[in-house]
């Protein structure tokens, strides 16, 4: 199994930017897709962003905007979500992931970190 923790949240401003960390570890990690999701309260836990070891990315349709860019780094099992440009309702628990495949469901990924509050104030 693959422990995932996240970091890096807190309350921003509108138009402010953030960068949120994902560190794995145990059976780890680096042949694992990692993606992020996020849920805010009473709505469902939506697809953000995803990347596989070797760099492929997806992204939902408002991450292809430009405002977020996930990246990893394998040799620190790490991977990262830069957001710019934050909106309100961007506001919400953000969580990292592993899967096997670029897919964007929940159910595609079965190791999940215990998230991370992202509050963007206007």
């Known amino acids: 199994q693959v422990q995932l923790v996240e970091s890096g949240g807190g309350l921003v401003q509108a138009g402010g930017s953030l960068r949120l960390s994902c560190a794995a570890s145990?059976?780890?990690?680096?042949?694992?897709?990692m993606g992020w999701f996020r849920q805010a309260p009473g709505k469902e836990r939506e697809f953000v962003a995803a990347?596989?070891?070797?760099?492929?990315?997806?992204y939902n349709a408002d991450s292809e905007k430009g405002r977020f860019t996930i990246a990893r780094d394998n040799a620190k099992n790490t991977v990262y979500l830069h957001m710019n440009s934050l909106k309100p309702e961007d506001t919400a628990v953000y969580y990292c992931?592993?899967?096997?495949?670029?897919?964007?469901?929940?159910?595609?990924?079965?190791?999940w970190g215990q998230g991370t509050q992202v509050t963007v104030s206007s």
């Open positions: 992931a592993a899967g096997e495949g670029l897919g964007v469901a929940t159910w595609e990924y079965d190791q």
């Open positions: 990347i596989n070891w070797s760099g492929k990315k997806r």
């Open positions: 145990g059976r780890t990690g680096s042949t694992y897709v």
